[in-house]
């Protein structure tokens, strides 16, 4: 099993609204390194820290699960959407995605300013290195069990 932190901004898809659907298909990424992460690394059951970027205070919010194996990204073939690729055909897709199935909110938010504060326990943490910008980063089963134990303090 591997672990995940995938970012969304929440007036665009939050925690909430994936626990009233459910399960929802990642849609949108258009970054070589996140799609990757979907398409060639993410298998079904892998955990995900769901997490609010652009937000008032960035952070982990919930827990969520990898629910689908890789497919095409439809909104890649749609004219009428933001993520619309026009070198990007049904025989040659160039973005993937997985499904997202909601599991808990967190008990408590950990925003991206307490996670700083544990940079020695969550060790080469690829959301707190400087200049990172990637909607997907992988999280070792140690940071996931690190953060899991933030979630208690307090």
């Given at each position: 099993?591997?672990?995940?932190?995938m970012?969304?901004?929440?007036?665009?898809?939050?925690?909430d609204?994936?626990?009233?659907?459910?399960?929802?298909?990642?849609s949108g990424?258009?970054?070589?390194?996140?799609?990757?992460?979907?398409?060639?690394?993410?298998?079904?059951?892998?955990?995900?820290?769901?997490?609010?970027s652009n937000a008032?205070?960035?952070?982990?919010?919930?827990?969520?699960?990898?629910?689908?194996?890789a497919?095409?990204?439809?909104?890649?073939?749609?004219?009428d959407s933001?993520?619309?690729?026009?070198?990007?055909?049904?025989d040659?897709?160039?973005?993937?995605?997985?499904?997202?199935?909601?599991e808990?909110?967190?008990?408590?938010?950990?925003?991206?300013?307490?996670?700083?504060?544990?940079?020695?326990?969550?060790?080469?943490?690829?959301?707190?290195?400087?200049?990172?910008?990637?909607?997907?980063?992988?999280?070792?089963?140690?940071?996931?069990?690190?953060?899991?134990?933030?979630?208690?303090?307090?």
């Amino acid at each position: 099993m591997r672990y995940w932190l995938m970012k969304s901004e929440p007036d665009a898809f939050s925690i909430d609204d994936l626990a009233k659907v459910g399960q929802e298909p990642w849609s949108g990424v258009r970054n070589y390194q996140a799609r990757n992460f979907m398409w060639k690394d993410m298998r079904v059951g892998d955990g995900v820290f769901f997490y609010h970027s652009n937000a008032k205070v960035p952070g982990i919010v919930g827990l969520a699960k990898v629910a689908s194996t890789a497919y095409p990204d439809p909104t890649q073939f749609d004219p009428d959407s933001d993520y619309f690729d026009p070198k990007a055909t049904p025989d040659n897709p160039r973005w993937y995605l997985v499904d997202v199935a909601f599991e808990r909110r967190l008990k408590r938010e950990l925003s991206l300013e307490e996670l700083k504060t544990h940079t020695l326990a969550l060790g080469d943490f690829a959301l707190l290195n400087r200049g990172n910008r990637l909607s997907i980063v992988p999280v070792s089963k140690a940071q996931w069990q690190t953060i899991l134990k933030l979630e208690k303090i307090k």
